[in-house]
């Protein structure tokens, strides 16, 4: 079991930064590959990174590469997810994921969610 707790999500104007965290708790943390992703209102939840337990592959969509960054602390059990030169695009409810077995990028893979965190870019 994984849980998971987002924070970090705010208001910011197109161009901006903000970086997200997500907090982890559960024995199996460190060995977990994780991921982000993303859902806007009447929009299908949406792959936004990933990467495996040891960090040296990372995956990214197309529409974030170049902006945004995944990373991991398994000492302090976190994830992080820096966003730079954000959008209005971007605006969504940002979710981090513990993942299991398949691909990267479809939330099938993942077996435990955390409950999101609102990011909202304004133009």
């Known amino acids: 079991q994984v849980q998971l707790v987002e924070s970090g999500g705010g208001l910011v104007q197109a161009g901006g930064s903000l970086r997200l965290s997500c907090a982890a708790s559960?024995?199996?943390?460190?060995?977990?590959?994780m991921g982000w992703f993303r859902q806007a209102p009447g929009k299908e939840r949406e792959f936004v990174a990933g990467f495996g337990w040891s960090a040296l592959s990372t995956y990214y969509a197309d529409s974030v590469k170049g902006r945004f960054t995944i990373s991991r602390d398994n000492a302090k059990n976190t994830v992080y997810l820096q966003m730079s030169g954000l959008k209005p695009a971007d605006t969504g409810l940002y979710y981090c994921a513990a993942k299991g077995g398949g691909s990267y990028y479809s939330a099938e893979s993942y077996a435990f969610w955390g409950q999101g965190t609102q990011v909202t870019v304004s133009s």
């Open positions: 559960g024995r199996t943390f460190s060995s977990s590959a």
